[in-house]
T-cell receptor, first 111, second 113 residues
Framework: GENVEQHPSTLSVQEGDSAVIKCTYS??????FPWYKQELGKRPQLIID?????GEKKDQRIAVTLNKTAKHFSLHITETQPEDSAVYFC??????????FGKGTHLIIQP | DTAVSQTPKYLVTQMGNDKSIKCEQN?????MYWYKQDSKKFLKIMFS???????INETVPNRFSPKSPDKAHLNLHINSLELGDSAVYFC????????????FGDGTRLSIL
């Protein structure tokens, strides 16, 4: 089955700086890669996703890149703000068996 | 309007009991899922259900069984609860099984005494 590795487990950045979270996956059949943000005690919320026919996608301060050859994808957050503090999960899917999640990155925005 | 709703939000019960968690989605999606989030925040797929096709994660004990009365509902039944079942259980739904975003419910926090 699929295996998703996520790094780092904790990331602390100064407000206004950029944050980058990286994930690798093992199943070359995976073709859908979403990122979720989870605040304490809340549900995971989709913030951006990318499909395997696309190399990069951007939505305001958030961007995701995908390298299919190397089987890795990354989340980039620019101009970080206090409300960006949360746990971020990457995930991969090849079809009906649901999402395989990374172990999460706790992002801390320092004022 | 809540897109994916779960009840109850909290469930505290004794070891050995049988319990159910309900999930309903009003998005018109045709695929529903159950995920388990353990104390270390690791999210793991338990089941996916689409048009009466059930896909089970092989690591899920057979004490757990999903039941879908219709396309908008996927309930989770758990028999003979064990201490290790304590976790937050999330229901999710998507339109189709591939390449589609999944929308999560607010979760059910299950605590076994």
């Amino acid at each position: 089955g699929e295996n998703v590795e996520q790094h780092p487990s904790t990331l602390s950045v100064q407000e206004g700086d950029s944050a980058v979270i990286k994930c690798t996956y093992s199943d070359s059949a995976s073709n859908y890669f979403p990122w979720y943000k989870q605040e304490l005690g809340k549900r995971p919320q989709l913030i951006i996703d990318i499909r395997s026919n696309v190399g990069e996608k951007k939505d305001q301060r958030i961007a995701v890149t995908l390298n299919k050859t190397a089987k890795h994808f990354s989340l980039h957050i620019t101009e970080t703000q206090p409300e960006d503090s949360a746990v971020y999960f990457c995930a991969a899917s090849s079809g009906a068996d649901g999402l395989t999640f990374g172990k999460g990155t706790h992002l801390i925005i320092q004022p | 309007d809540t897109a994916v709703s779960q009840t109850p939000k909290y469930l505290v019960t004794q070891m050995g009991n049988d319990k159910s968690i309900k999930c309903e989605q009003n998005l018109g999606h045709d695929t529903m899922y159950w995920y388990k989030q353990d104390s270390k925040k690791f999210l793991k797929i338990m089941f996916s259900y689409n048009n009466k096709e059930l896909i089970i994660n092989e690591t899920v004990p057979n004490r757990f069984s999903p039941k879908s009365p219709d396309k908008a509902h996927l309930n989770l039944h758990i028999n003979s609860l064990e201490l290790g079942d304590s976790a937050v259980y999330f229901c999710a739904s998507s339109q189709g099984q591939t390449l589609q975003p999944q929308h999560f419910g607010d979760g059910t926090r299950l605590s076994i005494l």
